[in-house]
């Protein structure tokens, strides 16, 4: 079955770069027909999504106009994964951060979530 | 910042039904199928309902999804103390270049 794990730092600087990167199986980073997208929770702004990465002949991104100036989403196929870099991170950029699949199956919903990751911004 | 309104709490005793809804725009709901998901406390988000009221394998059909205009619904009926969760609507927004949009959740308490 597909799995997406999750890695990265649960602890970063103000101004720094947040980066998290999220590891597929079963699934194919490449895949003609889903969509790997970035989410992220904290009690202030509830579940909010970030951007996605996806392969349609070539390579997509889109990005949330919140983050826009500071968010790259980079998919690696050599390692089957994907990335997430959040440029000069803030306090409010304290959430939980979350990898997920969309499509499949199952329309544009994210059906695949990766566990979570907690990120904490502070000095 | 969520532009799905969902009321913030819900509750019934088991074996009753509960229903949830979600208030959108022209721009999300009005134009794009709605998902839903359930999050357990602790837990990541689990797609529930998606393609406004499909059901995924292994989800019970006590739950049920609709869409009407610019609403949405959740619906579960015969309430069980494991339904107790986080629910959220969700839907793509086709403003601002398009982006993806969650609802602001909705408690549900098994009594």
């Known amino acids: 079955q597909v799995q997406l794990q999750q890695s990265g730092p649960g602890l970063v600087k103000p101004s720094q770069t947040l980066s998290l990167t999220c590891a597929i199986s079963?699934?194919?980073?490449?895949?003609?027909?889903?969509?790997w997208n970035w989410i992220r929770q904290s009690p202030a702004r509830g579940l909010e999504w970030l951007g996605r990465t996806y392969y349609r002949s070539k390579w997509y991104n889109d990005y949330a106009v919140s983050v826009k100036s500071r968010i790259t989403i980079n998919p690696d196929t050599s390692k089957n994964q994907f990335s997430l870099q959040l440029n000069s991170v803030t306090p409010e950029d304290t959430a939980v951060y979350y990898c997920a699949r969309e499509g499949g199956t199952a329309g544009d919903a994210f059906d695949i979530w990766g566990q979570g990751t907690m990120v904490t911004v502070s000095s | 910042q969520s532009v799905l309104t969902q009321p913030p709490s819900a509750s019934g005793t088991p074996g009753q039904r509960v229903t949830i809804s979600c208030s959108g725009s022209s721009s999300n709901i009005g134009s794009n199928t709605v998902n839903w998901y359930q999050q357990l406390p602790g837990t990541a988000p689990k797609f529930l309902i998606y393609?406004?009221?499909q059901r995924p394998s292994g989800v019970p059909d006590r739950f049920s999804g609709s869409k009407s205009g610019t609403s949405a619904s959740l619906a579960i009926s015969g309430l069980q103390s494991e339904d107790e969760a986080d629910y959220y609507c969700?839907?793509?927004?086709?403003?601002?270049?398009?982006?993806?949009?969650f609802g602001t959740g909705t408690k549900v308490t098994v009594l």
């Open positions: 969700a839907a793509w927004d086709d403003s601002l270049n398009g982006f993806y949009v």
């Open positions: 393609n406004n009221n």
């Open positions: 079963g699934d194919s980073v490449s895949s003609n027909s889903a969509a």
